[in-house]
């Protein structure tokens, strides 16, 4: 495809086909380099360095990416306004697990686009991804304080179930300002997740009455047309017949 010839939204879309899939792998591998940092765990120094690099070059990336797909975007700061968060992961160091967002819009829409994943399955997906963001993020955030009650990673998945299914049975809350603004964050995905889930059912029941009514409509055409078949048979033969008696007159 020759893109001098495309204009600036065409060429945009362009490269999104392109490069949403590798930027949603460098997403994913974040993540994992991001929750390694969070949990601490044990590697060699040479483990470590290895994470550290591709951590640095990830995020270049992501740098180089925002850069070019605001320079080719129809609008340059209609695209900055839409994508807040990708503008706050590359600017501000600290905010980079921000990206890992990515996942739920680009992902979400590129492996259903694809047939990968029906609707249903992608906001499985989604709401396991979720949790996970969110129990590494509250964990990040409460441990090594002296009063946290979040104090392992499994307090941490079970606090952000909780949290993300609005259930809030209060046993474990963050009490760092970090961790409030994570769980608010949550809460308020996790109201959209069940709202999203709630339309996804109402759309399967429609249209699993919408399919039977397709079949009894179809089983009524059938009948009906069988009907006018038996009519004009009818009338092919007493035409027949009618057509012999004139001939013996």
Known sequence: MDVRHLTSGERYEDYA??????????AGLFLVIWTYDSLDASFSPRVDVALVVARSLIWVVFGV??????VIA???WRFVIHHPLDVLAVVIPPLRPLKILTIFTQGTRLVTSRGVLQTGQAVVASAALLVWVGAVAIYNAESGVAAAKIVSFGDALWWAVVTITTVGYGDITPVTVEGRVIAVGLMIVGIALLGVVTASVAAWFVRLTGDREDEEKAAQSAAADADVARLESKVERLEAKIDRLLERE
Do not use: H, T
């Open 65 to 70: 990416d925002l850069v070019i797909r605001i």
């Open 74 to 76: 129809k609008s340059s």
């Open 17 to 26: 086909r392109r490069f949403d899939g590798p930027m949603l792998i460098l």
